[in-house]
DNA sequence: CACATTTAGTTGCGCTCGCAACCGTCCCCG
DNA sequence: CGGGGACGGTTGCGAGCGCAACTAAATGTG
């Protein structure tokens, strides 16, 4: 029923990509949940918020949200959250002073370095049931897709 | 900074595949809104409905729900809404008096035959960035990645 | 046949999100 | 140098969501 091929007048969203990359990327996301909500208890905002600022020194929450195109709203309160649980600490930018600085703490580097390892691993067994052509060609068309729709970075 | 290769101990989110598919996805999804909300006023669990109940004569909320992958609550809450919009009809099950049969009204037929059409061409107009080997290759991916996830339907 | 279990669907509730408004700071231009 | 707009970040609020609990109907079991 649900995949069957579609016609001129129907559309079967078991077939139409725009669904497909939805439930495949909800799939995807539930596949990591695993590791950063259950061995760590974070959520995605949380999780993003710490790839970003792990990879870098310091940084803003402007660029956080840029960088992870999540809305600033929904970064302020992710990093306060994180704040209370002493993952990450925020100093006063002496350039800036509307800005502040994030970085990791002590504890936030360790959870860190344990997450990015597992994070990696879930990647890698899910690309493992491609071929390297068909992950070469997958990635391909994500990338052209990503251009297209201005969405590169 | 964001796109900038990954290490062993440094995780780009620019560079992650989960993270690049959840951002592709809501691309795509950002795309396709501009003619199911802007132009009929349906947010995505009213078009997910519509789209399923239109490739069927008939069906219930749980085999919507299963379609779309969506929880039943939502489901029950955007058919509600498309009733009260008039654009589908519900019908008490004769052989099981719990479900009730969904399908089109004459306006939710009409909308749906318009709306097919736009969608379709949504998705063609995304997959003309890609040459027919890498829209091939692209899908095969999915499809893989589907079924190793048993996303398949 | 009675009673327990399962299933279809709805609803109350708490949570998260994005929008808009806001505060404080910076910066440009007259 | 003073004022207006732009910008970084936070917060109040309403909308949408999933969970859990519920109703009603079907099904299974002794």
Redesign the pocket.
């Known amino acids: 029923m649900i995949g069957r091929p579609t016609t001129e007048q129907t559309l079967a969203l078991g077939d139409f990509v725009p669904f497909r990359l939805n439930r495949l990327a909800a799939g995807v996301s539930l596949h990591l949940a695993e590791v950063y909500q259950h061995r760590f208890g974070l ?3 949380q999780w993003r918020v710490m790839a970003t600022v792990g990879a870098e020194q310091a ?7 840029a960088s992870t195109r ?12 994180l ?1 209370a649980r002493e993952l990450i600490e ?1 100093a006063a ?1 002496a ?8 970085r990791l703490s002590r504890s936030g580097r360790r959870m860190y370095s344990e997450l990015v390892p597992l994070a990696r691993a879930r990647e890698a067994t899910l690309l493992s049931c491609l071929t390297p052509e068909q992950r070469t060609g997958f990635l391909t068309g994500i990338e052209i897709l990503e251009r297209f729709l201005q969405l590169e970075n």
Chains 1, 2 share one sequence.
């Open positions: 959520d995605i905002p940084c803003t929450a402007q660029f956080i949200a999540m809305h600033k709203t929904r970064v302020s309160r992710a990093i306060a959250q704040e925020r930018s350039a800036d002073r509307r800005q502040r600085q994030v």
